[in-house]
């Protein structure tokens, strides 16, 4: 059941509802793939409304992972009060407040996608003469399948990894307020791994179990779509 049908649209639940916790935790594994951080040439941090990507990217930062870092993305309709100068740049001065060298964070503040995350941010290193062989996106825990099935049709020749802020499922969601739209988001996600393989806009080999075709169902039906590919089948 939906927190609008519990608590009144003002009032945001951080509480997952146990008749879907199942459900959700299914979606919630799948889409980690379970990289751990290493060394890397560029860290690529994806905009967004999670802070907690700009904190972990310093976080690793510091922790000697990589030399340089670029932040990535313009504004979504969900993120214009947070950042009125953009996602990237909202990002950057996070991450040097917390310490970061001001001439180790670039941006690219344009992208308005995943596909234009990567496709920019590399142009962004070419015209700043950085080879990139190797590198780590950090981003949302839900986006991770999406952001290394996009690399692989956007810049197939980089040695890509993909990690999240490590927080349990529920430290999350109390992370982000709001708890139908960190479900929303995986639902959205999920369908987004089989509509954009069919369009040919990430790879194809994201294969989707049983267990999360028929997670992914149960959450559609009990409502958590606002956040699916419109007038497309609801199918993973």
Not at 109 to 136: D, G, W
């Amino acid at each position: 059941m939906r927190r609008s049908e519990t608590y009144g649209p003002d009032m945001p639940n951080v509480r997952i509802p146990a008749g879907v916790r199942e459900d959700v935790e299914t979606l919630w594994e799948y889409h980690d793939l379970r990289q751990d951080p290493r060394e890397v040439d560029v860290c690529i941090g994806l905009g967004g409304h999670d802070t907690g990507v700009a904190d972990y990217t310093a976080d690793l930062y510091h922790q000697g992972y990589f030399p340089r870092i670029v932040f990535t993305g313009a504004n979504a309709t969900t993120t214009l009060e947070a950042f009125p100068h953009g996602e990237a740049v909202g990002y950057r001065e996070r991450a040097v407040a917390q310490g970061v060298p001001d001439d180790a964070v670039l941006i690219e503040p344009l992208a308005r996608n995943t596909a234009e995350n990567v496709e920019y941010s590399r142009k962004v290193l070419s015209e700043h003469a950085i080879e990139a062989r190797s590198v780590m996106f950090v981003t949302k825990p839900y986006h991770q399948r999406r952001v290394f099935a996009t690399c692989q049709v956007v810049w197939p020749e980089v040695e890509a990894y993909c990690v999240s802020p490590p927080l349990p499922l529920d430290e999350y969601v109390s992370s982000i307020g709001d708890v139908d739209r960190v479900i929303d988001m995986l639902v959205g996600d999920t369908q987004r791994l089989t509509v954009y393989a069919e369009k040919g806009f990430i790879a194809t080999d994201q294969e989707v179990p049983g267990d999360v075709q028929g997670a992914f169902d149960r959450l559609v039906a009990a409502g958590y779509t606002s956040r699916l590919v419109p007038e497309e089948p609801l199918h993973v």
